[in-house]
């Protein structure tokens, strides 16, 4: 499902981004992958098929509905897509700055981050829920973000091994499924807030602000907890030892794509930094103009900067950024203003 939806995306980024473009990529892509493993192993996976059409029907439902007259929602999903698809940085998408404003926060983290509570990741749309790791990044930087990603991989990793030492049936699917759809949320949330996949909107689980999520997250793991006390017997681990191939390449996959992530906030935090935080972004305003935008923080730097004094050739103060210089100058001019009507009296 992964490599279905890399193979649109990057014909999408390279082509075009039309309905019919997707649809033959789309087509393509899904006669190579069946008939390879249909001549591989003489066998068609249903359950994979069926995701790599959610993937699909994600990628192409924006242009589908426009062209049926459902424009609210064509808009929507269209507009989900073009903000990777079309350039972060150079898209017509309204609000389609958001996760510009997300790399520009990961920027400026660096590589150790400004401190917890430091830097000013209420900037970023929905800093504290769809884009927290971002936010994380500004704060703790690279360092930080690289522990937060490695720490899912041993839960997804760990959960997925519980699983098969459970040896029962249903606590077995049921601990694979929390792990991969658990590892799936992660990974789809990241890629989307650092622009390597369409922003999707859904919460990072145990870190982005949201009852409902944190509760069913909290709730899911109670159960993999539970079925860690289970042990599998020799009839059982017969079973379960079928699927190690299957286990190892998903956990494998998963530790690709952590690999990928870290390397992309890599660039942005450490070697294209100063580049990062200083490039501007093409983006359309309420009004439907483009406009040029730059990092907000740098303005919040410039404010901070003291400017300093300007002087007459008579040492006269002109302009100042400072009050205290300000009212100093004030009470020398009256006091000059005083004494000169003292000599003329």
């Known amino acids: 499902g992964i490599l279905s939806l890399i193979a649109v995306?990057?014909?999408?980024?390279?082509?075009?981004?039309?309905?019919?473009?997707?649809?033959?990529?789309?087509?393509?892509?899904?006669?190579?992958?069946v008939a390879y493993w249909y001549l591989k192993k003489r066998q068609i996976y249903e359950s994979a098929i069926f995701l790599n059409l959610v993937i699909v029907v994600f990628s192409l439902a924006g242009p589908m509905l426009e062209s049926i007259?459902?424009?609210?929602?064509?808009?929507?999903?269209?507009?989900?897509?073009?903000?990777?698809?079309?350039?972060?940085w150079n898209n017509e998408v309204l609000g389609g700055d958001q996760v510009v404003q997300g790399i520009w926060s990961l920027a400026t983290g660096g590589i150790d981050g400004l401190g917890l509570g430091n830097g000013s990741p209420s900037i970023v749309p929905a800093g504290y829920?769809?884009?927290?790791?971002?936010?994380?990044?500004?704060?703790?930087?690279?360092?930080?973000?690289?522990?937060?990603?490695?720490?899912?991989?041993?839960i997804i990793h760990r959960t997925l091994l519980i699983g098969r030492r459970a040896g029962y049936t249903f606590p077995f699917y049921l601990a694979i499924g929390v792990g991969i759809t658990t590892g799936i949320q992660f990974?789809?949330?990241?890629?989307?807030?650092?622009g390597l996949l369409p922003l999707t909107g859904v919460t990072?689980?145990?870190?982005?602000?949201?009852?409902?999520?944190?509760?069913?997250?909290?709730?899911?793991?109670?159960?993999?907890?539970?079925?860690?006390?289970?042990?599998?017997?020799?009839?059982?681990?017969?079973?379960t030892n079928s699927f190690n191939g299957s286990m190892t390449a998903c956990s494998a996959l998963f530790l690709l794509i952590g690999i990928v992530i870290l390397c992309k906030s890599a660039d942005y935090q450490i070697?294209?930094?100063?580049?990062?935080?200083?490039?501007?972004?093409?983006?359309?305003?309420?009004?439907?103009?483009?406009?040029?935008?730059?990092?907000?923080?740098?303005?919040?730097?410039?404010?901070?900067?003291?400017?300093?004094?300007?002087?007459?050739?008579?040492?006269?103060?002109l302009a100042t950024s400072s009050l205290e210089e300000l009212k100093m100058a004030h009470d020398k001019l009256i006091d000059v203003g005083v004494h000169e009507e003292m000599y003329k009296s």
């Open 9 to 33: 995306m990057l014909c999408a980024r390279w082509v075009n981004n039309s309905l019919p473009t997707l649809l033959i990529s789309a087509t393509i892509w899904f006669i190579i992958w």
């Open 69 to 88: 007259g459902q424009h609210a929602l064509a808009a929507r999903l269209t507009n989900r897509t073009n903000m990777t698809w079309d350039g972060a």
């Open 187 to 194: 990974f789809v949330i990241i890629a989307g807030s650092i």
């Open 271 to 317: 070697f294209s930094r100063d580049k990062t935080l200083i490039r501007p972004a093409y983006v359309t305003n309420m009004e439907g103009a483009r406009i040029i935008e730059y990092n907000p923080r740098i303005d919040l730097v410039l404010r901070k900067i003291h400017s300093g004094n300007i002087y007459d050739r008579n040492n006269v103060l």
């Open 204 to 239: 990072l689980p145990f870190l982005s602000y949201g009852s409902v999520s944190l509760v069913m997250s909290l709730i899911s793991f109670g159960f993999i907890i539970s079925i860690s006390r289970l042990r599998a017997s020799d009839i059982q681990k017969k079973y």
């Open 129 to 154: 829920t769809d884009m927290i790791f971002t936010t994380i990044g500004e704060m703790l930087g690279f360092i930080g973000i690289t522990l937060v990603v490695l720490c899912f991989f041993v």
